[in-house]
């Protein structure tokens, strides 16, 4: 598997949210194979209702679109049918942030990586992004205390490190 890079390269290492796992990587050839082992599922179909223009979800006919999109503080009061779905969406992007704080998008349908066009990460939201995740469960959260004195660089790289126990 190869992975493509528009535009120019990330700084590495990059820290991959895929689901509620992350996946970390310090050079090109670690995060190809790291994301080789992960099941991306690049050709599952997304739908938009209009019922619930904001959210998106996976499934197959006969199942129910489930809202997803909790962090737009949007519900649904009922499941829709997916025979309601219109608009499919057959790609995926998982967002990405390399070691200077840089947004990027990686897309699984082509295997891509972009960067966006977002702002910056930062140091909180580094720390929410684990603590939220799965690879926080086997070895404790981050702690969000004293965050002013620390740099960004400092935090990333624990981060780094904490996932890279985990995996």
Not at 63 to 70: E, H, V, W
């Amino acid at each position: 598997m190869t992975i493509d890079y528009l535009y120019r390269k990330p700084e590495f290492p990059i820290i991959c949210s895929i689901g509620n796992v992350l996946v970390m990587a310090r050079s090109e050839v670690e995060f190809q194979h790291r994301i080789g082992k992960v099941d991306l599922m690049p050709n599952m179909r997304y739908w938009r209702s209009r019922k619930n223009p904001l959210g998106f979800s996976h499934g197959m006919k006969g199942q129910y679109l489930l809202p997803i999109c909790a962090q737009a503080g949007f519900s649904l009061e009922k499941p829709i049918e997916l025979a309601e779905a219109q608009d499919v969406y057959a790609w995926v992007s998982h967002s990405m942030v390399d070691s200077i704080g840089a947004d990027w998008q990686f897309h699984t349908s082509k295997l891509y990586i972009v960067p966006s066009l977002k702002r910056k990460w930062s140091k909180k939201r580094i720390i929410q992004a684990y603590n939220d995740s799965k690879n926080c469960k086997s070895i404790g959260p981050y702690s969000e205390k004293s965050l002013s004195s620390k740099r960004f660089e400092t935090v990333f790289s624990d981060i780094v490190e904490l996932i890279e126990q985990s995996q």
